[in-house]
């Protein structure tokens, strides 16, 4: 049987939304997905899915087509379609409780007020599920959390948010092949 890693990038479908801060889990999807060569993408569990071959492992890339709070839909059929432990998925999305820029590894824990992953966490019935945040930063005063996360950034802060995308994608691939405590070791320390 394939040995599965499953990632899901949280994030709004449709092209409004694709540069905006809350859908930093969607493009760290499609860089894995370019990074892996994967095929797709199929339409699957309300989801779009890209799978790869990197022996020994088969990945399998999850963007949720529901809106963010619904997330966890996917998820859990992507879950009970494979037939795969939550420790096996990474959720992957923005987070304004780090600095632009700075990625966090943890292994379980609750959503910290992040709706998408708190839809993921009640869809699974667990906390045990391996995540990987991206830091968007607080809001300036003048804005909601609202219009900030849903906000194009300015190209200074895109440039920042680019490479975090990236260093993630080494996090991703680093956490399906060695785990996810020699992820944290290896990435929670280097990041911000």
Same mark, same amino acid.
């Given at each position: !049987?394939?040995?599965?890693?499953?990632?899901?990038? $949280?994030?709004?479908?449709?092209?409004?939304?694709?540069?905006?801060?809350?859908?930093?889990?969607?493009?760290?999807?499609?860089?894995?997905?370019?990074?892996?060569?994967?095929?797709?993408?199929?339409?699957?569990?309300? *989801?779009?899915?890209?799978?790869?071959?990197? #022996?020994?492992?088969?990945?399998?890339?999850?963007?949720?087509?529901?809106? !963010?709070?619904?997330? @966890?839909? %996917?998820?859990?059929?992507?879950? %009970?379609?494979?037939?795969? #432990?939550?420790?096996?998925?990474?959720?992957?999305?923005?987070?304004?409780?780090?600095?632009?820029?700075?990625?966090? $590894?943890?292994?379980?824990?609750?959503?910290?007020?992040?709706?998408?992953?708190?839809?993921?966490?009640?869809?699974?019935?667990?906390?045990?599920?391996?995540? $990987?945040?991206?830091?968007?930063?607080? #809001?300036?005063?003048?804005?909601?959390? %609202?219009?900030?996360?849903?906000?194009?950034?300015?190209?200074?802060?895109?440039?920042?948010?680019?490479? *975090?995308?990236?260093? *993630?994608?080494? %996090?991703?691939?680093?956490?399906?092949?060695?785990?996810?405590?020699?992820? !944290?070791?290896?990435?929670?320390?280097?990041? @911000?």
């Amino acid at each position: !049987m394939a040995d599965h890693r499953v990632v899901v990038g $949280l994030g709004n479908p449709g092209s409004r939304y694709e540069q905006t801060r809350h859908n930093a889990g969607f493009r760290v999807v499609a860089l894995l997905a370019r990074r892996l060569d994967a095929w797709g993408p199929a339409s699957m569990c309300d *989801a779009e899915v890209f799978e790869a071959q990197d #022996p020994p492992l088969h990945w399998v890339l999850v963007r949720p087509l529901t809106y !963010m709070n619904l997330s @966890g839909r %996917a998820v859990r059929c992507m879950v %009970a379609r494979l037939g795969i #432990p939550a420790s096996s998925v990474l959720v992957v999305y923005d987070d304004v409780a780090l600095p632009v820029g700075q990625i966090r $590894l943890r292994g379980r824990g609750s959503s910290g007020g992040h709706r998408g992953m708190q839809s993921v966490l009640e869809e699974l019935g667990t906390l045990e599920v391996p995540r $990987l945040r991206v830091g968007i930063g607080q #809001p300036p005063t003048h804005l909601s959390w %609202a219009d900030y996360v849903l906000e194009v950034p300015s190209s200074a802060e895109q440039g920042r948010l680019r490479e *975090a995308e990236a260093v *993630a994608v080494e %996090a991703v691939l680093h956490w399906g092949r060695f785990g996810i405590d020699s992820a !944290m070791s290896q990435f929670n320390r280097r990041s @911000g």
